[in-house]
């Protein structure tokens, strides 16, 4: 009677072999996701931070107010090129 040798394994080893989580790594989103978890006031504190600070940096910066002639602003009852009635032709550019 033949002896039968146990199979060789050419391949990676199995997960089982390795181990749960061993070669792979967990997405991005899953590993911040479990760490925010497991690190709660941490990660509190860390989103408050990051509130003030973009805050500050937004108020650092400043606010710039747009002049009338960038914005677009102008008399309601002048016609523009876009503010046409539907169904009426399309106004020559030189008289825009």
Same mark, same amino acid.
């Given at each position: 009677? *033949? ?5 060789? =394994? $050419? ?7 390795? @181990? *749960?989580?061993? @070669?792979?790594?967990? *997405?991005? %989103?899953?590993?911040? %996701? ?7 006031? $941490? ?10 600070? #973009? ?8 606010? =710039? +107010?747009? $002049?009338? %002639? ?7 009852? %002048?016609?523009?090129?876009?503010? =046409? +009635? ?8 030189? #008289?825009?």
């Amino acid at each position: 009677m *033949p002896v039968l040798s146990p199979p060789l =394994r $050419t391949g990676p080893m199995s997960e089982a072999a390795r @181990g *749960p989580g061993a @070669g792979h790594r967990l *997405p991005a %989103a899953r590993r911040l %996701a479990r760490w925010s978890a497991t690190h709660r006031w $941490t990660a509190v504190l860390l989103w408050l931070l990051l509130v003030v600070v #973009t805050v500050g940096a937004g108020g650092a910066v400043g606010m =710039r +107010t747009l $002049t009338g %002639a960038e914005s677009g602003a102008g008399s309601p009852d %002048a016609p523009t090129c876009c503010s =046409r +009635t539907p169904g009426s032709p399309p106004t020559p550019p030189s #008289t825009c």
